[in-house]
């Protein structure tokens, strides 16, 4: 007899958790997400980086210690089998004068993890190593198993092939109230009606400690929402370095980063700010903090790049649990609800690992015997992207399906194609609503230096046709295109 | 892929600049080839449905949709060559008469070879992150652009109770239209002491309908959950930095970006040509050549125009310098003389002359004034006018014969204020 | 009584700021326009307001959803509401072509259409 596993929150963490559990036969998951896509909470708005590990105290948070550097081992393994860009250029912590003791506490950190490699780079290396850095840093503790990974599209790909394992994925859906009788789990009420379930996994991210209350369980732990700023630049700046680059981390946050995305983009960020408990919606910037990543950026960088290159700035918000300790727990009072909560940073790297020590817990607190399934897929292949191919190449996808031949996104040279199997996939999934958004981060459209000025519109078209909505209808984030047709309001109508 | 036979000119851009060039190269009888990414030519014009287009090309005030209509028809009559729904991938230059132009269609991709090529593929409009815009990133956010696509094209409407920021001749036309249909336009935001566009414009669009503009404005931050839900607007210094202090809301669920547009010209800076920080587009000399021999540029590409009269003569005019070019197996070699920017010149193309024949400038202020004469000392050149605003751009021509008296090895464009009467 | 008003000209860029003086409600002069137009425009203004107004009509079964249209002429300002309540009710068929009189004789004027809407080709079975 199967366990019903109700997973709340398709993040890294959820989504993570429904991988792992779906490789074996003793479950049947369903993963609850009350967005209309997934990974759209701190999973999409996150300095994107892969730690190494050498940065957590394996005293303090031996939990955090332990699975950081597991999941940066288990990336790369995740990463090949999904089709995840990612990449592994190292990372400089930079020190300047004062800073050096402190920074060297990270050598001796690493020792005590197990991370390997991680040394002291005195300042004309460094300076050779990355020619735009401030010429005024003594030195950086370099740590080469940092990785930079694209954060949607792994949550994305995490998931498709989590559906692919027979996972099933409810979107819109919001849990209202946990069911326990008896001292057991029984389901979760959502929006949409009852979802049963023997086991239920918090990993609603910001919302955890909302939903560990509504299980009656842990009364005390509450999420402070912890707000990062980021600064995008546009692709064609000087200023791109190799690695990532952060300054000597604080109590509070592991320092500013400035590295060059996945994409290719300058980035910098982010800012720690704690915000009262019931500010959980609120990703706005601020002139403050974006000033704030400029001044520090001047720190890392021997020069800027001038503010006409900025493209975008966002913010997210991380869940900062009480004491910075992660709350993974399987209870058996009641039996069945697990709190994977307030997974604070190195949350991102720890995800592949996380989701092997929940298994783990199931397998013990609730005693299962785990039998692998015989087929279990572990792969899946990415939307092949016309960018990154060679004009043959280009001209052999156009001749297949000429639909790759007609160019929607400019700046990112996005075809038809691929917003159309952007839409295809995500109705596969099991997404009910289509948004402009989820193509975004599907396909890039959007991504580039005129932020979708001349696409958006287009896409919107594509959309409506694909999915025979008006359209006025097609989703963008969260709200409609437009609220009408153009003589609505003249009509007094609705 | 398929591989073409040598064009002489091709044309980047079914706008009308892209068009004009066409036409112009026919006229001329050059073998030349327009490539346009949208499935129909026309470019920005198609969703203009106000008057103001063709004053001096077709001796008639038009709508930008019939404008472009009558562009399309000449276009047709005299049979020019071109591809819709080809989308230029790159450019090879391989030597100063010979270039690749790689064309991503629904055929495969052509691989274009030609003498010179005439780059007219319009501007991209400025996004709120190119703004001091923070906050939220509701929905309910558009550019001018988009939203006159989506009103005047596709007939949806996008919200009901609007604030526009910048008040250029786009951001009014985009009040009143939203202001017709029976939307609330709560303000128009101008950051300038002085409105963007004409006065005509703002009389017509504004005041016609009771909508505030506020000037030494800026929105300082949007908020809004899921849509906008309000602005935060503070009045600005003479160094146009927000007040403290003066800061107030305006509800609103749309917020329309109208603060300016921007040569459109990845695929030129990828093949090196030099850029002119003041226009943002290409640095051209009188036939509108780049720095990349030619390779020529026109309409909005070049240079943000506000009248396509003048785009349509930079297409032309391109199209003339690519025929020289072609005749004389490249530019004529001379010395070029920088032009100059003198008092209140704020921007000006082209930016090198032969002194040889005659030449058009577009030139933009800084700043507004009245009562002013446009000269070009070194040639004793003056042209009075009424009025100058940055928003309008000046143009005139220097002759030949008069640049013939030039002496010294530049040129400078300056604006004079006359006294009062 | 003597007034003036101010009035600035819509016929073209130039936006001349022109004078009107009047006289117990009669127009005596007009100042500041640069050409005979502004001169006539400043007293049409103040006799009665007139505009050109310029807005779009859905279409049915067009390659596009909208035609754009404008009034033939000039029409008094306080007709405008009048107008787009009136183009808010009303859909045409494609085709429609450039030029033609969608709606006769509306405040005075026509209204015409400015842009060609081909039929759209029927979708293939």
Redesign the interface.
């Known amino acids: 007899m199967r366990l019903r596993v109700a997973i709340i929150g398709s993040g890294i963490i959820g989504s993570c958790i429904a991988r792992v559990l779906s490789m074996y036969e003793n479950f049947s998951i369903t993963l609850i997400e009350r967005e209309f896509d997934v990974g759209w909470g701190s999973s999409k708005a996150n300095s994107s980086v892969i730690h190494p590990g050498h940065e957590e105290d394996p005293e303090r948070h031996p939990l955090r210690a332990k699975l950081c550097k597991e999941g940066n081992i288990l990336w790369r393994t995740w990463a090949k089998e999904l089709d995840i860009p990612v990449k592994w250029p190292g990372e400089l912590m930079l020190f300047f004068r004062e800073e050096e003791k402190r920074a060297r506490k990270y050598i001796d950190l690493a020792k005590r993890n197990g991370i390997p490699s991680v040394k002291i780079v005195p300042r004309e290396e460094l300076l050779k190593m990355e020619p735009i850095l401030n010429p005024d840093v003594e030195g950086a503790v370099y740590a080469p198993t940092t990785g930079v990974i694209d954060p949607f599209e792994a949550v994305i790909a995490i998931v498709e092939n989590a559906v692919d394992n027979s996972v099933k994925l409810l979107t819109e859906t919001e849990v209202r109230a946990i069911k326990i009788a008896g001292g057991q789990v029984k389901g979760a009420l959502t929006n949409n009606g009852f979802v049963e379930a023997d086991i239920i996994i918090n990993a609603a991210g910001i919302h955890s400690d909302e939903i560990s209350h509504m299980a009656g369980v842990e009364p005390n732990f509450k999420i402070r929402p912890r707000r990062g700023e980021y600064i995008l630049f546009d692709e064609d700046v000087e200023i791109k370095p190799t690695r990532v680059l952060h300054t000597t981390p604080t109590e509070k946050t592991k320092g500013v980063y400035g590295l060059t995305t996945i994409h290719g983009n300058l980035m910098i960020g982010p800012t720690a700010e704690d915000l009262p408990p019931d500010f959980k919606e609120r990703t706005s910037t601020t002139s403050e903090g974006l000033e704030y990543l400029w001044d520090k950026a001047k720190a890392l960088f021997k020069e800027l790049p001038p503010r006409s290159k900025v493209i975008r700035s966002f913010a997210g918000l991380r869940a900062e649990p009480p004491d910075g300790r992660w709350l993974i727990r399987a209870y058996t009072d009641p039996w069945g609800f697990i709190n994977v909560a307030g997974i604070r940073s190195p949350g991102f790297t720890a995800a592949p690992a996380i989701a092997r020590y929940v298994l783990n817990l199931i397998r013990t607190e609730y005693d299962v015997k785990l039998v692998k399934k015989d087929r279990w897929n572990p792969y899946r292949r990415g939307i092949v992207r016309l960018a990154d191919k060679s004009l043959h190449q280009i001209d052999s996808l156009i001749r297949k399906n000429p639909d790759y031949g007609e160019i929607i996104c400019y700046c990112k040279l996005v075809s038809k194609a691929e917003i159309l199997e952007a839409i295809e996939r995500m109705r596969k999934i099991g997404i009910k609503t289509i948004t402009l958004d989820g193509i975004k981060h599907r396909t890039r459209a959007g991504f580039g230096r005129c932020q979708g000025a001349f696409c958006r519109w287009k896409i919107a078209l594509l959309v409506s046709e694909y999915a025979q909505i008006p359209l006025q209808e097609v989703v963008i984030k969260k709200s409609p295109y437009g609220i009408g047709?153009?003589?609505v309001l003249?009509?007094g109508g609705k | 892929m398929e591989r073409y036979p040598k064009y002489d000119v091709i044309i980047i851009g079914g706008g009308p600049a892209g068009i004009a060039a066409a036409i112009r190269s026919k006229e001329l009888g050059m073998k030349s080839i327009l490539i346009e990414s949208r499935e129909i030519l026309g470019g920005v014009p198609?969703q203009c449905?106000?008057?103001?287009f063709g004053?001096h090309y077709f001796k008639e005030d038009l709508?930008g949709?019939?404008f472009i209509?009558k562009l399309l028809k000449k276009m047709e009559d005299i049979g020019v060559r071109y591809l819709t729904r080809a989308h230029v991938h790159s450019i090879e230059v391989r030597s100063h008469n010979e270039k690749i132009i790689n064309v991503i269609t629904s055929e495969g991709v052509k691989r274009l070879e030609t003498k010179t090529l005439i780059y007219a593929a319009g501007a991209r409009e400025r996004h709120i992150f190119e703004t001091n815009i923070v906050g939220d990133r509701p929905d309910g956010i558009y550019t001018a652009g988009e939203a006159q696509t989506l009103?005047?094209?596709?007939?949806i409407m996008p919200g009901k109770q609007v604030v526009v920021v910048g008040s250029g001749d786009v951001g009014l036309i985009m009040a009143r239209r939203f202001a017709?249909?029976?939307a609330k336009v709560v303000a128009v935001i101008e950051m300038m002491p002085y409105p963007g566009g004409?006065?005509?414009n703002?009389?017509?669009c504004l005041r016609?309908y009771d909508i505030p503009l506020y000037l030494s404005h800026v929105v300082k931050k949007v908020s809004g959950r899921r849509r906008v839900e309000k602005v935060t607007v503070s009045r600005v210094d003479e160094s146009l930095r927000p007040i403290k202090g003066t800061e107030f809301e305006l509800r609103c669920d749309t917020l329309i970006l109208a603060t300016g547009l921007i040569p459109n010209i990845d695929i030129l800076e990828r093949i090196g040509v030099i850029i002119d920080p003041a226009t943002r587009g290409p640095v051209v000399n009188e036939f509108l050549e780049t720095t990349v021999p030619g390779v020529f540029a026109a309409g909005n590409a070049l240079v943000i125009n506000d009248s396509v009269d003048n785009v349509v003569n930079q297409g032309e005019l391109a199209a003339e310098g690519a025929h020289i070019f072609i005749q004389n197996d490249g530019m004529p070699s001379t010395g070029w003389k920088p032009v100059k920017k003198g008092r209140n010149i704020r921007s000006a193309v082209p930016h090198y002359i032969s002194g040889m024949r005659d030449v058009t400038f577009y030139a933009r202020v800084r700043a507004p004034e009245r009562m002013v004469e446009v000269r070009v000392p070194e040639v004793h050149f003056k042209r009075r006018l009424?009025?100058v605003r940055p928003a309008?751009m000046i143009t005139f021509k220097l002759r030949k014969e008069l640049l013939a008296s030039l002496k010294s090895p530049k040129v400078t464009l300056e604006v004079v204020r006359l006294c009062e009467k | 009584m003597r007034e003036v008003r101010e009035i600035?000209?819509?016929?073209?860029?130039?936006?001349c700021?022109m004078k009107v003086y009047l006289e117990d409600k009669k127009i005596l002069r007009v100042e500041g326009n640069?050409c005979p137009r502004g001169e006539e425009y400043a007293k049409q203004e103040i006799i009665q307001p007139k505009?050109?107004?310029?807005?779009?009509i859905?279409v049915r079964g067009g390659d596009?959803?909208?035609v754009?249209?404008?009034t033939e002429n000039p029409v008094p300002?306080s007709c405008?509401p009048k107008i787009?309540?009136l183009?808010?009710?009303i859909e045409l068929d494609a085709p429609v072509s450039?030029g033609q009189v969608v709606i006769k004789d509306v405040c005075g004027t026509n209204i015409v259409a400015?842009?060609?809407v081909r039929r759209k080709p029927a979708p293939k079975l």
């Open positions: 047709d153009v003589k003249l009509r | 198609l449905i106000h008057p103001g004053i709508t949709t019939e209509s009103m005047d094209i596709y007939g017709l249909e029976g004409l006065l005509r703002v009389v017509q016609d009424h009025s309008e | 600035v000209c819509l016929i073209c860029p130039n936006s700021v640069m505009r050109v107004v310029i807005s779009v859905k596009m959803p909208t754009s249209v404008k300002k405008i787009m309540k183009l808010s009710r450039m400015t842009r060609d």
